[in-house]
């Protein structure tokens, strides 16, 4: 159980929307080349029109603040059987990094505590979906013009302490200077846009799923489980 997991969901019934050419994408998406099971229909970016539309504020405020920056998309919508593809795979990952027998002994359950601080459950509870499955939450960096991500000091879905957004606050060599001024630029831009920050990840970002309406005190979330569009259609 995550503090959101007990906020209530009143869906409000938008549907899902592919991102729309203004904003990149990183490509090859990372875990469709894993063979992550999205199906032949499956479109990982795609979102709720809500959070498109705040997406694009958030890259106007940037342009404005920056012309050169761009927001770049690294993951967006993700089925409850692609969550649950990805928690296997990073368990089996941490694993393999650190020498450690999977399914046994208090090292395994440690990288799986690990993990879930990062990685939500891939609960088909409707009263708990993961966030990246309502169609709320989405996964993003910087880039330049040219769609070339910028440094920021640890690299999406690294486990570990250099994900907190505030990890490289107050230190003093410019090179840590330089990626936590890029953390907050990012932080700036979406926070003004009405999205809120997972607490142990700098890319993460939501708007009206449940850990959205924790962060910023709402009664509710407006987002439950998101059904494929094209599936619909």
């Known amino acids: 159980m995550r503090p959101w997991s007990p906020i209530p969901i009143k869906e409000c019934g938008e549907c899902l929307q592919p991102l729309p050419g203004e904003l990149l994408r990183m490509e090859p998406h990372p875990y469709m080349a894993l063979g992550a099971p999205y199906g032949p229909s499956g479109q990982p970016f795609q979102l709720r029109q809500g ?4 997406l694009l504020e958030a890259q106007q405020r940037l342009l404005n603040h920056d012309p050169s920056l761009r927001l770049s998309i690294f993951d967006a919508w993700r089925p409850i059987a692609v969550q649950a593809f990805m928690v296997e795979h990073s368990i089996a990952e941490l694993c393999r ?9 208090d090292a395994f359950d440690r990288v799986v505590a690990d993990v879930g601080r990062f990685w939500a459950a891939p609960s088909r509870d409707p009263a708990t979906p993961p966030p990246h499955s309502t169609g709320a939450a989405v996964d993003l960096t910087l880039s330049n013009g ?8 640890g690299e999406i879905d690294a486990i570990g302490a250099l994900s907190e957004p505030q990890h490289y606050a107050g230190r003093e060599d410019p090179e840590a200077r330089c990626w ?6 990012l932080a700036d831009v979406m926070d003004a846009s009405g999205f809120a920050q997972h607490p142990n990840e700098w890319w993460h970002y939501s708007f009206g799923d449940q850990l959205w309406a924790w962060r910023k005190g709402a009664a509710a979330a407006i987002y439950a489980e998101a059904v494929n569009s094209a599936l619909t259609s």
């Open 97 to 105: 990094e650190r020498g450690v027998e999977r399914r046994s002994g």
């Open 51 to 54: 959070v498109v539309r705040r």
């Open 146 to 153: 040219a769609g070339i991500p910028l440094a920021m000091g």
């Open 180 to 185: 936590h001024q890029r953390r907050q630029l």
